[in-house]
T-cell receptor, first 113, second 112 residues
Framework: DQQVKQNSPSLSVQEGRISILNCDYTNSMFDYFLWYKKYPAEGPTFLISISSIKDKNEDGRFTVFLNKSAKHLSLHIVPSQPGDSAVYFCAAIGEEGAQKLVFGQGTRLTINP | DSGVTQTPKHLITATGQRVTLRCSPRSGDLSVYWYQQSLDQGLQFLIQYYNGEERAKGNILERFSAQQFPDLHSELNLSSLELGDSALYFC???????????FGPGTRLTVT
């Protein structure tokens, strides 16, 4: 049962343009959402998070949007840079009071020069 | 560099053996989490410790166990290893349980 889904395994974007990564969830008990970036042979790196009481959180080039009614969140990266090429994971917390992160399968983002 | 350290980086062992993976959390973090990343399952939560006590459990096999020591470092013990246990094992830590978790570089376990 995949409670957090990233339906796009890969995404290719031109350098300088906007990258939009999407994530859907099924469990309405989730109350905190996070995005992680992962390079090969490294651990996931925390990028940005959002609480379920908000609909937007911004940090530099990264903005996360949350649509609770649609159970959907997205990560916007503007402008995209070559160093942004990595696998991005969406994660959720809050199911039945547990602190575990429930991860999506990841989206591989490639930024083309 | 997240501040979370894991040793060893790579581990190759045979089926039936037992191994111990070690994790040191970021300075000041009381919670430690263990995750497994395999090719077909993605990142899966195994277990969480908070200040020495087990706090939450995921789909952790009975052959696996963990503990957190008074100095807050944690060890994940994997026994009676099977080929399917080959995976990346990540440790993460956080200050306040339930919020941002910071991951170590992982231990790649290969069971032959």
């Amino acid at each position: 049962d995949q409670q957090v889904k990233q339906n796009s395994p890969s995404l290719s974007v031109q350098e300088g343009r906007i990258s939009i990564l999407n994530c859907d969830y099924t469990n309405s008990m989730f109350d905190y959402f996070l995005w992680y970036k992962k390079y090969p042979a490294e651990g996931p790196t925390f990028l940005i998070s959002i609480s379920s009481i908000k609909d937007k959180n911004e940090d530099g080039r990264f903005t996360v949007f949350l649509n609770k009614s649609a159970k959907h969140l997205s990560l916007h990266i503007v402008p995209s840079q070559p160093g942004d090429s990595a696998v991005y994971f969406c994660a959720a917390i809050g199911e039945e009071g547990a602190q575990k992160l429930v991860f999506g399968q990841g989206t591989r983002l490639t930024i083309n020069p | 560099d997240s501040g979370v350290t894991q040793t060893p980086k790579h581990l190759i062992t045979a089926t039936g053996q037992r191994v111990t993976l070690r994790c040191s959390p970021r300075s000041g973090d009381l919670s430690v989490y263990w995750y497994q990343q395999s090719l077909d399952q993605g990142l899966q939560f195994l277990i969480q410790y908070y200040n020495g006590e087990e706090r939450a459990k995921g789909n952790i096999l009975e052959r696996f166990s963990a503990q957190q020591f008074p100095d807050l470092h944690s060890e994940l013990n994997l026994s009676s290893l099977e080929l399917g246990d080959s995976a990346l094992y990540f440790c993460a830590s956080s200050v306040v349980s339930g919020h941002e978790q910071y991951f170590g570089p992982g231990t790649r376990l290969t069971v032959t």
